[in-house]
T-cell receptor
Framework: EADIYQTPRYLVIGTGKKITLECSQT?????MYWYQQDPGMELHLIHY???????EKGDLSSESTVSRIRTEHFPLTLESARPSHTSQYLC???????????FGSGTRLTVV | SQQGEEDPQALSIQEGENATMNCSYK?????LQWYRQNSGRGLVHLIL?????REKHSGRLRVTLDTSKKSSSLLITASRAADTASYFC???????????FGKGTRLSVIA
């Protein structure tokens, strides 16, 4: 349905492991975002980027990092996974002009 | 920081009925957007309304915006079972800031 892809779709990982969630889009959008969403709850902004080599922190950024080396790619890294990181992670992109976001299908992360 | 607050939290209606969801927000906005999310999936953009607009239509969707009351409503007419999903409002404060989402309304349309 969308030209934005997230991998993996599901991930179960042990506490303390380093993980990278992948997000790629083929629409040439400059703006990209990472949100965290617990089931049935609102989305919380983790990081965002307005272009290559540009990254900004959101409300929940302290335990993760992002990079934007290519326009189409915006990976999210958790340096040391904890059970509190168990959640769904949603990547989105948008154009510079005011407009809606295109979301990926999400990565559902479980930290055991 | 939460900006939008949807009401009701959950809504259950019969197929063919209209569904109305409301969103209130706290600070001034450039635009307000509505999204739909099917269970366990990403969000799908439905409609955007700018601060200088009062009403917008898209198919069976009608969105209103009252900036004096800092509120918006989403009306889905002649609902279908396929409309069953969570609906979120999201606000953009300046036109160039990341969207802030509300908690959503869970809509169940019973066939």
């Amino acid at each position: 349905e969308a030209d934005i892809y997230q991998t993996p779709r599901y991930l179960v990982i042990g506490t303390g492991k380093k993980i990278t969630l992948e997000c790629s889009q083929t629409m040439g959008h400059d703006k990209m975002y990472w949100y965290q969403q617990d089931p049935g709850m609102e989305l919380h902004l983790i990081h965002y980027s307005y272009g290559v080599n540009s990254t900004e922190k959101g409300d929940l950024s302290s335990e993760s990092t992002v990079s934007r080396i290519r326009t189409e790619h915006f990976p999210l890294t958790l340096e040391s996974a904890r059970p509190s990181h168990t959640s769904q992670y949603l990547c989105a992109s948008s154009e510079w002009q005011q407009g809606g976001y295109t979301f990926g299908s999400g990565t559902r992360l479980t930290v055991v | 920081s939460q900006q939008g607050e949807e009401d009701p939290q959950a809504l259950s209606i019969q197929e063919g009925e209209n569904a109305t969801m409301n969103c209130s927000y706290k600070t001034s906005i450039n635009n307000l957007q509505w999204y739909r999310q099917n269970s366990g999936r990403g969000l799908v953009h439905l409609i955007l309304i700018r601060s200088n607009e009062r009403e917008k239509h898209s198919g069976r969707l009608r969105v209103t915006l009252d900036t004096s009351k800092k509120s918006s409503s989403l009306l889905i007419t002649a609902s279908r079972a396929a409309d069953t999903a969570s609906y979120f409002c999201a606000t953009d404060a300046t036109g160039n800031t990341p969207l802030v989402f509300g908690k959503g309304t869970r809509l169940s349309v019973i066939a």
